[in-house]
């Protein structure tokens, strides 16, 4: 992990998105808050812990003192949402929710207000190397026409697929950050793949 750190500080990227699985929620299994508090005396960027699993308010508190920035969990995984929200933030850290591609937009709308960023899966979450899933550019326009109706300000992120070609179709719908993994740790230069990216 301190590598692909250290590549990501290196290529001029600005966030750190730690991907989190629990083997129950996804069927991988990464790694825990033990290594994300490993990781940030390394790193100035700013740590989103992307919590793909299980009950996720047993683990909240962990990624807070880990030194995590936001905290995003899937509304598929916890029951009380809107407290798990509040949780985050009273945490002093950023609050993120996310969800998969089967769940729609309206799942969520009542705790917009609340989030500082929503995170779109354009994949079924799990495995990296999957391909975007166009359904998910209906969501991200949908969520950039509440955010506007509402006077709402949390960021829009998106996870999946993202690469040189499909980046400008989420940009251009409404995106303001794009999680890019496989894109990025198989580029040969992964600074000029940054630059051309912040391009959009």
């Known amino acids: 992990m301190g590598v ?7 290529s001029g990227a600005d966030w750190v998105h730690l991907d989190i699985m629990d083997g129950k929620f996804v069927p991988p299994l990464t790694f825990g808050a ?6 940030r005396p390394h790193s100035r960027l700013v740590f989103d812990a992307h919590l793909m699993v ?6 909240i508190e962990d990624f807070a003192r ?3 920035d936001y905290i995003t969990f899937h509304a598929e995984a916890a029951l009380h949402s809107h407290r798990l929200l509040s949780v985050i933030r009273d945490l002093g850290k950023k609050a993120g929710i996310s969800i998969v591609p089967a769940t729609p ?9 609340l989030a500082d960023l929503v995170l779109i899966m354009a994949v079924n979450p799990g495995y990296g190397g999957q391909s975007l899933i166009p359904e998910s550019i209906e969501k991200i326009e949908t969520l950039r026409e509440i955010r506007r109706k509402k006077g709402l300000n949390f960021l829009i992120s998106v996870d999946g697929g993202i690469n040189i070609e ?3 179709i989420v940009r251009s719908a409404g995106v303001d950050i794009l ?4 894109a ?8 000029a793949l940054v630059t051309d990216l912040r391009k959009l």
């Open 4 to 10: 692909a750190v250290a590549q990501i500080d290196s």
């Open 105 to 113: 937009v309206s799942a969520i709308e009542l705790l917009l207000p």
């Open 166 to 168: 499909t980046a400008p």
């Open 66 to 68: 880990a030194g995590s």
């Open 54 to 59: 299980c009950e996720p308010e047993r683990h």
């Open 184 to 191: 990025f740790f198989g580029a040969r230069d992964k600074a």
């Open 179 to 182: 999680v890019t993994g496989s």
């Open 34 to 39: 033990k290594a994300v508090a490993d990781m």
